[in-house]
């Protein structure tokens, strides 16, 4: 086990993270996922990771949380249990090794909870035990060490992003003809950005910032990024560290007060931005968070543009976040039909999408991970290599259930609302010589809208 290995595992802080993150978190949602599950194992198959293994299954992953419960909280396992097995107090070392291994296998996607018949979101009983895993330092560091820079906000002194925000920014000046409006308080739109974005595709901010411009909003952008991928804390399980960066972006859409945020990226930002950030402040925002699908979909059915579609077969794929955790299903579609006569579903989408097996826990492409390190600096030993390398056999195995769908609608571009999508979808469609490019929907959008004469 690659992040077992890593570094002896602390027994003792593992007791007490289990202790102080699991056992205090058990609220009646929770308990409801840790004692309905009929093992009748309907989850498994909408997993992204059960065809790397059936050990990945959801039920299984979870089953850590339920013998933790168990010998708690039943009588059973507080007897037999304990005696025969399906019910542990703490984990061993083997135990804890899995543990590390598990959490780093669920992208807390929600497919399993839609196939459940009692209804079960396992993925967020294994993001309990992400949080366990990172209270009791399982988790690879260059993982814990990109979350802490921006924890931190050093991520601003660094020149990489520093040179790279201010290369967007000109870029955009460019694309408009004029100066990017920045830091303007109550626009309609705040254009939100992370430094991730601006790296993985500056191109669609770029055509983002045109499409505002061109229909005249009344729009402004940020001059500064308020983190890595905010709060990236989330996806590793530092529930304290993502706080201190919640508070930070808050207080900065606050200070800014537009009608709407609006997001490219359709990933856990989406939901930890609208949702789970109000949630934990225990505010009520002003604004409204959209994704820019859910903008433009809007202003196209307003009649404030027209699209002038292509002729070519596109397909959809529904970023989990945005699709199954949010419900925005309907919004990227009307742009789609727009773009096209032949849009095409994939084989499953909407609520039944399957997972690209990147993004919350799973990670991101082991390979863009490594070039973030590198360009930062930061040394990858031996065991995070090893850990990182273990991440892409999921990701070619669900990149072929993927790929398979999109060559069986035959489309030429698959379009979708999410950089990590992008990133391994693009990775599979490359790895199978599959012939359909993967972008994001502006990418396309960008140069089919035509202002309507009023
Ligand atoms: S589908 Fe639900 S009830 Fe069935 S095994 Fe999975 S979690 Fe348990
Ligand atoms: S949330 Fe998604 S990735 Fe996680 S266990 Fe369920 S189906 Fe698998």
């Not at 366990?132 to 906000?153: C, H, R, W």
């Not at 201010?166 to 705040?190: C, Q, R, T, Y």
Request: with cysteine.
């Amino acid at each position: 086990m690659a992040v077992a290995e890593q570094e002896a595992i602390n027994l003792e802080a593992l007791k007490r993270a289990i202790d102080d993150v699991f056992y205090s978190q058990i609220d009646s949602t929770i308990l409801y996922y840790l004692q309905a599950c009929v093992n009748c194992k309907a989850c498994e198959a909408a997993c992204p990771f059960t065809p790397t293994s059936l050990k990945y299954s959801p039920v299984n992953k979870a089953e850590i949380a339920r013998q933790l419960y168990r010998s708690r909280f039943t009588v059973w396992g507080k007897t037999v249990g304990r005696v025969i097995g399906g019910s542990k107090k703490y984990l061993t070392l083997e135990e804890a090794e899995t543990l590390a291994d598990y959490v780093w296998h669920c992208t807390n996607c929600g497919a399993c909870m839609f196939v459940c018949p009692m209804a079960i979101d396992s993925g967020a009983l294994i993001d309990l035990l992400r949080q366990v895993s990172f209270k009791a330092g399982l988790t690879p560091k260059i993982y814990a060490d990109i979350v802490q820079l921006e924890v931190s906000g050093k991520y601003w002194d660094i020149p990489l992003f520093k040179e790279g925000w201010s290369n967007l920014i000109s870029k955009m000046k460019e694309a408009i003809g004029k100066d990017v409006p920045l830091d303007k308080k109550n626009s309609e739109v705040l254009f939100y950005a992370s430094i991730y974005e601006a790296m993985v595709y500056p191109s669609v901010l770029i055509k983002t910032a045109k499409i505002l411009d061109t229909l005249g909003k009344d729009w402004t952008f940020m001059s500064k990024p308020l983190g890595i991928r905010p709060p990236a804390g989330l996806v590793i399980g530092d529930k304290e560290g993502a706080l201190t960066v919640m508070k930070r972006v808050y207080e900065y859409f606050t200070e800014m007060s537009p009608k709407y945020v609006m997001l490219t990226a359709g990933g856990f930002e989406y939901t930890a931005l609208r949702y789970t950030m109000h949630e934990v402040l225990k505010v009520r925002p002003k604004y409204e968070v959209v994704h820019v699908t859910e903008l433009l979909a809007k202003w196209y059915e307003e009649k404030e543009f027209e699209i002038e579609p292509v002729d070519e077969v596109i397909t959809w794929h529904d970023p989990c976040q945005l699709g199954r955790r949010s419900g925005v299903f309907e919004a990227p579609r009307v742009l789609m039909r727009a773009l096209s006569k032949k849009f095409r579903e994939l084989p499953s989408h909407g609520v039944n999408s399957f997972c690209c097996s990147r993004g919350g826990g799973g990670c991101g492409v082991p390979t863009m991970t490594e070039n973030m390190a590198k360009a930062l600096g930061m040394p990858i030993s031996e065991k995070d290599k090893e850990f990182l390398d273990s991440t892409l056999k999921p990701l070619i195995n669900a990149g072929k259930i993927k790929v398979d769908e999109i060559n069986k609608v035959k489309a030429s571009q698959v379009l979708t609302g999410c950089p990590v999508c992008i990133e391994s979808i693009g990775f599979a469609v490359d790895y199978y010589h599959a012939n359909a490019k993967v972008n994001h929907i502006i990418e396309l959008l960008a140069d089919r809208i035509r202002v309507s004469k009023k």
